[in-house]
T-cell receptor, first 112, second 116 residues
Framework: GEDVEQSLFLSVREGDSSVINCTYTDSSSTYLYWYKQEPGAGLQLLTYIFSNMDMKQDQRLTVLLNKKDKHLSLRIADTQTGDSAIYFCAESFQTGANNLFFGTGTRLTVIP | NAGVTQTPKFQVLKTGQSMTLQCAQDMNHNSMYWYRQDPGMGLRLIYYSASEGTTDKGEVPNGYNVSRLNKREFSLRLESAAPSQTSVYFC???????????????FGSGTRLTVV
C-alpha cells in the first residue's frame, strides 16, 4: 500500500505553535486530510486540502502542502491543552480502491 | 444523534472463540469500512464495502469476514480469535462524491478487543 509517514511524538508548551509533519510517497493523491483522535474516541476530521492547493487556513489551523516534496503539515496556533491528542494524516485517490491511507499518527502533548 | 454506532465497546475473548462486531450508520452513506488500530502502526484497513451488496479485502483481511447486511449495517466477524487480533477496531462510513476522490469519513467510537 501507499506509505504515509509521521513522527510518533511531539511536545509543545501551551500557547506555542505546533507543527505536525507528514510525508507520503504517491504523488497521485487527490485529497489529503488531517484527523484528530482524542483518548478513547474515534477519529474526527479536522480539515482537508485538495491536491492542487498549497495552503488552507481554518481558524487556528493552517495546512501546508508541498507536492514537489510530497510533504504535508498541520500548524496549530496558540496550542491549548485540549489539543492534546493523536493526529493522523491521510490521503485518497481518484482511481483505485475506495479508501483512505493513514499515517502512523503523531501524539501531541501540550505542556501547561 | 446522527453518526456511526459500534457495539460492543469492550470485549475480552479466549483464543479460538468467535464474535461479531456490529456497526450501523444513519447518514445514508454508501461506503463503509473496518479498520484496526495498533500502537505505532496507525490505522490499517481490514475490509470495506463501497456500496450495498459489495465487499472487498483491505490491507489485513486474514482471520476476518464481513457482511454488508443492508445500506446501514456492516458487521465484522472473527471466526477463531487469536491474540494477534487484540486491537482497537473502528468502523467508518463515507459519502463518496461522484467524480472526486473526497472521502470525508465519519468514525465510530471503537471496540477495544482483547484476546487472551
Amino acid at each position: 500500500g501507499e506509505d504515509v509517514e509521521q513522527s510518533l511524538f511531539l511536545s509543545v508548551r501551551e500557547g506555542d505553535s505546533s507543527v505536525i509533519n507528514c510525508t507520503y510517497t504517491d504523488s497521485s493523491s487527490t485529497y489529503l486530510y488531517w484527523y484528530k483522535q482524542e483518548p478513547g474516541a474515534g477519529l474526527q476530521l479536522l480539515t482537508y486540502i485538495f491536491s492542487n492547493m498549497d495552503m488552507k487556513q481554518d481558524q487556528r489551523l493552517t495546512v501546508l502542502l508541498n507536492k514537489k516534496d510530497k510533504h504535508l503539515s498541520l500548524r496549530i496556533a496558540d496550542t491549548q491543552t485540549g489539543d492534546s491528542a493523536i493526529y493522523f494524516c491521510a490521503e485518497s485517490f481518484q482511481t483505485g480502491a475506495n479508501n483512505l491511507f493513514f499515517g502512523t499518527g503523531t501524539r501531541l502533548t501540550v505542556i501547561p | 444523534n446522527a453518526g456511526v454506532t459500534q457495539t460492543p465497546k469492550f470485549q475480552v475473548l479466549k483464543t479460538g472463540q468467535s464474535m461479531t462486531l456490529q456497526c450501523a450508520q444513519d447518514m445514508n452513506h454508501n461506503s463503509m469500512y473496518w479498520y484496526r488500530q495498533d500502537p505505532g502502526m496507525g490505522l490499517r484497513l481490514i475490509y470495506y464495502s463501497a456500496s450495498e451488496g459489495t465487499t472487498d479485502k483491505g490491507e489485513v483481511p486474514n482471520g476476518y469476514n464481513v457482511s454488508r447486511l443492508n445500506k446501514r449495517e456492516f458487521s465484522l466477524r472473527l471466526e477463531s480469535a487469536a491474540p494477534s487480533q487484540t486491537s482497537v477496531y473502528f468502523c467508518a462510513s463515507s459519502a463518496v462524491t461522484p467524480g472526486t476522490a473526497y472521502y470525508g469519513y465519519t468514525f465510530g467510537s471503537g471496540t477495544r478487543l482483547t484476546v487472551v
